[in-house]
Protein backbone atom coordinates (compact mmCIF):
# COMPACT_ATOMS: atom_id res chain seq x y z
CA UNK A 1 0.00 0.00 0.00
CA UNK A 2 1.30 3.12 -1.17
CA UNK A 3 0.83 6.36 1.28
CA UNK A 4 0.05 9.68 -0.88
CA UNK A 5 1.98 11.63 2.00
CA UNK A 6 4.58 14.31 0.87
CA UNK A 7 7.91 13.16 1.44
CA UNK A 8 10.46 15.81 2.23
CA UNK A 9 12.63 17.24 0.15
CA UNK A 10 16.56 16.90 0.11
CA UNK A 11 18.84 19.29 0.65
CA UNK A 12 19.77 18.82 -3.58
CA UNK A 13 16.19 18.89 -4.42
CA UNK A 14 15.84 22.54 -2.96
CA UNK A 15 18.84 23.73 -4.40
CA UNK A 16 18.03 22.57 -7.82
CA UNK A 17 14.47 24.41 -7.54
CA UNK A 18 15.80 27.55 -6.17
CA UNK A 19 18.26 27.78 -9.35
CA UNK A 20 15.43 26.63 -11.44
CA UNK A 21 13.47 30.04 -9.43
CA UNK A 22 16.43 32.06 -10.35
CA UNK A 23 16.78 31.24 -13.83
CA UNK A 24 13.24 31.88 -14.54
CA UNK A 25 13.61 34.96 -12.51
CA UNK A 26 16.55 36.19 -15.24
CA UNK A 27 14.79 34.91 -18.27
CA UNK A 28 11.55 37.41 -17.19
CA UNK A 29 14.20 40.06 -16.65
CA UNK A 30 16.06 39.98 -19.75
CA UNK A 31 12.79 38.96 -22.08
CA UNK A 32 10.90 42.35 -20.25
CA UNK A 33 13.98 44.23 -21.29
CA UNK A 34 14.25 43.08 -24.98
CA UNK A 35 9.99 43.58 -24.93
CA UNK A 36 10.61 46.95 -23.56
CA UNK A 37 13.11 48.18 -26.48
CA UNK A 38 12.35 46.27 -29.63
CA UNK A 39 10.49 48.44 -32.42
CA UNK A 40 9.09 45.29 -34.04
CA UNK A 41 5.88 44.46 -32.57
CA UNK A 42 6.10 40.49 -33.25
CA UNK A 43 8.75 40.54 -31.01
CA UNK A 44 7.28 42.59 -28.69
CA UNK A 45 4.24 39.81 -28.27
CA UNK A 46 6.38 37.20 -28.10
CA UNK A 47 8.27 38.50 -25.75
CA UNK A 48 5.12 39.25 -23.06
CA UNK A 49 3.73 35.55 -23.97
CA UNK A 50 7.11 34.14 -23.17
CA UNK A 51 7.06 36.70 -19.69
CA UNK A 52 3.55 34.95 -19.03
CA UNK A 53 5.02 31.37 -19.57
CA UNK A 54 7.71 31.53 -17.73
CA UNK A 55 6.12 33.40 -14.70
CA UNK A 56 3.63 30.40 -14.64
CA UNK A 57 6.58 28.32 -14.02
CA UNK A 58 8.36 30.37 -11.71
CA UNK A 59 5.17 30.47 -9.49
CA UNK A 60 4.51 26.64 -9.73
CA UNK A 61 8.16 25.96 -8.66
CA UNK A 62 7.65 28.52 -5.59
CA UNK A 63 4.44 26.63 -4.68
CA UNK A 64 5.95 23.11 -4.29
CA UNK A 65 8.87 24.81 -2.48
CA UNK A 66 5.96 26.13 0.00
CA UNK A 67 3.76 22.84 -0.44
CA UNK A 68 6.99 20.44 1.29
CA UNK A 69 8.08 23.21 3.70
CA UNK A 70 5.92 21.73 6.55
CA UNK A 71 7.79 18.91 5.62
CA UNK A 72 11.09 20.03 5.95
CA UNK A 73 13.26 19.39 8.96
CA UNK A 74 13.50 21.90 11.84
CA UNK A 75 17.00 20.61 12.80
CA UNK A 76 19.74 20.41 10.33
CA UNK A 77 20.90 16.37 9.46
Not at 52 to 61: A, I, V, W, Y
Amino acid sequence: MQSNQMQALSGKEVEYIADSISNEDLLIKQLAATAGTTQNATVHQICVQQIQSHTGHMNTLVQLLEQHQQYAPTQPQ
